[in-house]
């Protein structure tokens, strides 16, 4: 087996930054031999700051070409996802990504069918699975406590957390939308996955833009996330809701928000099974509610969860390509999950239920 995983990181903005880098840092058996951003100082300020020995360049393009790159992490706005993976793809690259996988489904099908055609491995971003929590959670539902998982809500509510306003973030041909499509897809995937991976057939929805005008105070952290443009584009919902039918008859509502008056942030899955129910908070928290002796009992690991979601995914995708591990991820539940996320924009653009 190949002993090293030369890297080459496309997009050098704040996820690379505070979500990727660390652990390419910390991770002796990859290399990251080439950093590509169009914007030069910013690629060259990541490259002095994070890896020093890494080439420059600000084309994608030019990175593909090169020979001593076996994979490349796309962590770039989310229209050129889907561009660069089949790109990356025709150059034989494997491929990370960022989520969301792309911002139509045709494009993350487009990137599923050249994965399999170079035989190449395609891995999106799905952190939240690996936080302790999500695994507990994981091992008590595949061991039959909960029974029949069949109902349960999902989301990530934010009181004032708009990121780069005015910039790419809040500009439909470049996002995909607002947060139903930035935040919706880490819960709607969660929930999914600890539900055991239906198959989602019907989505209705609706979505709203509140604050789009409004200005003042941030808190949250992830507002920090994107350029910020005075006077530019805001075309995108502020909060999405909306309810997933699936094949095996469970739902599932969701609610997504950048900004609402809500008391404070919190990401949030909570399952109704037959035997069991489940409340995960926030990547640290998950708490099992059951009958125990003829009482109702809540259950609950003990000790401190860690949410190492962002490292633990990219290992995964290292410990596939150089151990020959199970992949975490198949390219058929990104292509599924932005079916879903269209879906619901649909819905709330016609007041109908989308079959899918």
Known sequence: MQKTLRIGIIGCGGIARWAHAPYYKNEKRVKIVAVCDILPDRVKQFRDDLFPKAEVCTDYRELLKRKDVDAVDICTPNDLHSEIAVAAFKAKKHVFCEKPDAVSPEKALAMKEASEKAGKLLMVMRNNRFADASQYARKFIASGRMGDVYAGRCGWQRRRGIPGKGGWFT?????????????????????????????????????????????????????????????????????????????????????????????????????????????????????????????????????????????????????????GAEPCYKPQQGVDMIKILSAVYESAKTGKEVRL
């Not at 209705?204 to 006077?231: H, I, R, T």
């Not at 399952?271 to 995960?280: C, D, F, S, V, Y």
């Not at 995914?313 to 390509?321: A, I, P, R, S, T």
């Open 171 to 323: 500009t439909k041909a470049r996002s995909g939308g607002g947060p139903l499509i930035d935040l919706g897809v880490h819960m709607i995937d969660l929930a999914i996955w600890l539900m055991g991976s239906p198959r989602p057939v019907a989505v209705s929805g609706a979505a709203f833009c509140k604050f789009a005008e409004q200005s003042g105070p941030s808190d949250s952290a992830n507002a920090a996330f994107g350029d910020s443009k005075s006077g530019g584009v805001f075309d995108v919902e502020d909060l999405a809701m909306g309810m997933i039918r699936f094949d095996n008859g469970a739902v599932l509502q969701i609610e997504c928000s950048w900004a609402s008056n809500v008391k404070t942030e919190a990401r949030f899955v909570e399952l109704r099974g037959e035997k069991a129910g489940l409340t995960w908070r926030d990547g640290n928290f998950v708490e099992m509610h059951t009958e125990q002796d003829g009482q109702l009992v809540d259950v609950k690991p003990a000790g401190n969860l860690r949410d190492e979601g962002h490292a633990r995914n990219l290992q995964n995708f290292v410990e596939v390509l150089l151990d």
